[in-house]
Nanobody
């Protein structure tokens, strides 16, 4: 069973940065892609960023130019660097891994952007 463990969430002020980490229980190159999604109460889960096995990345429109995604295969980690955070970025962020028809999710980490 694949396990994903997020860390790095917290409370920051607008304009600040935060880095989320996702530790996978197995070789991250086993997956077609890994990435991050986010969800606010009462809203659908939305794409934040993904990186596929070839290193190609994709970002949600609301975070383009502010967020970057990276990985470290040796450490089995995927990172989400979030810069210039805004109050509307306040959501629970979930790590995701996909292999063929199976999707795996972490438990989520809360990011709150507020004065």
């Amino acid at each position: 069973q694949v396990q994903l463990l997020e860390s790095g969430g917290g409370l920051v002020q607008p304009g600040e940065s935060l880095r989320l980490s996702c530790l996978a229980s197995e070789n991250i190159f086993n997956f077609n892609w890994m990435g991050w999604y986010r969800q606010a109460p009462g809203k659908e889960r939305e794409l934040v960023a993904t990186i596929n096995v070839g290193g190609n990345t994709r970002f949600g429109d609301s975070v383009k130019g502010r967020y970057t995604i990276s990985r470290d295969g040796e450490k089995k980690m995927v990172y989400l660097q979030m810069n210039n955070l805004k109050p509307e970025d306040t959501e629970v962020y979930y790590c995701n891994a996909n292999i063929w028809s199976s999707n795996y999710w972490g438990q989520g980490t809360q990011v709150t952007v507020s004065w």
